[in-house]
C-alpha cells in the first residue's frame, strides 16, 4: 500500500459545482497534513494546513479523519480558476518529520 | 524576491555529460529538499538536508545522483553521466519549520 495515496482524476466540474477530493495515509502516527496547488508546469504551492478540527479558508475547506486515515478537501462554488492539481501531503514521525507527497488529483472546472 | 530560487530554469545536455542544478533557499530556512516530478507524474522524493547534513538521501535513485548544501544555504544536485530517464523537473524547497515547504520554480532538465 502506498503511504499516500489519491484519486489522480481528472474530475470534471461546471462552475459553480462543489467538489470533494479524499487522500489516506497508511501511517497512522502521521502528524501533520496539508493540501497544496500545482498549476501546470509550475510548482506546488500550500493551499492550506489541515487541523484535527477541521478548517475552512474562504471556500475551500479540510478535514481530517484520523480514525479512517483520510483526509479531504471541499471546494465550494467552483471557479474557473480553481483548475489545479491538488497534492495531499502527510509528515509522519521519524528523525526528522518524513513528508510524502500524493500523486495529486486533477480538477478541471469546466465553463 | 524572497523566495526560493533556481538556477538554471532549464537545462538540455547530452547523454553521459554531467549537470549541477542549483537551489537558493528562503534565508533563514535550515531545512531543504530536492524532489524530481517527471511528466504527468508525482513528486519524488529525493533528498533531504537539514543545515548542510543530509539525514535522509534516501530518495537518490544511483549513485550518479548527488547532493550538498554549503554555509546552511545554497544545494547543488548533481547528476553525473546523464541518462534519457533522468529528464524531468527538478523542484528544490524549503522550510523553517520542516512541515510548510516552499518550493522554487523548478528547473526542467532535458537529456538528449
Known amino acids: 500500500r502506498k503511504e499516500v495515496e489519491q484519486d489522480p482524476g481528472p474530475f470534471n466540474v461546471p462552475e459553480g459545482a462543489t467538489v470533494a477530493f479524499n487522500c489516506t495515509y497508511s501511517?497512522?502516527?502521521?502528524?501533520?497534513f496539508f493540501w497544496y496547488r500545482q498549476d501546470c508546469r509550475k510548482e506546488p504551492k500550500l493551499l492550506m494546513s489541515?487541523?484535527?478540527s477541521g478548517n475552512e479558508d474562504g471556500r475551500f475547506t479540510a478535514q481530517l479523519n484520523r480514525a479512517s486515515q483520510y483526509i479531504s478537501l471541499l471546494i465550494r462554488d467552483s471557479k474557473l480558476s480553481d483548475s489545479a492539481t491538488y497534492l495531499c501531503v502527510v509528515n509522519s514521525p521519524g528523525g526528522y518529520q518524513k513528508v510524502t507527497f500524493g500523486t495529486g488529483t486533477k480538477l478541471q472546472v469546466i465553463p | 524576491g524572497a523566495g526560493v530560487s533556481q538556477s538554471p530554469s532549464n537545462k538540455v545536455t547530452e547523454k553521459g555529460k554531467d549537470v549541477e542544478l542549483r537551489c537558493d533557499p528562503i534565508s533563514g530556512h535550515t531545512a531543504l529538499y530536492w524532489y524530481r516530478q517527471s511528466l504527468g507524474q508525482g513528486l519524488e522524493f529525493l533528498i533531504y538536508f537539514q543545515g548542510n547534513s543530509a539525514p535522509d538521501k534516501s530518495g537518490l535513485p544511483s549513485d550518479r545522483f548527488s547532493a550538498e548544501r554549503t554555509g546552511g544555504s545554497v544545494s547543488t544536485l548533481t547528476i553525473q553521466r546523464t541518462q534519457q530517464e533522468d529528464s524531468a523537473v527538478y523542484l528544490c524547497?524549503?522550510?523553517?519549520?520542516?512541515?510548510?515547504?516552499?518550493f522554487g520554480p523548478g528547473t526542467r532538465l532535458l537529456v538528449l
Open positions: 489541515v487541523y484535527s
Open positions: 524547497a524549503s522550510s523553517a519549520d520542516r512541515r510548510t515547504q516552499y
Open positions: 501511517n497512522s502516527a502521521s502528524q501533520s
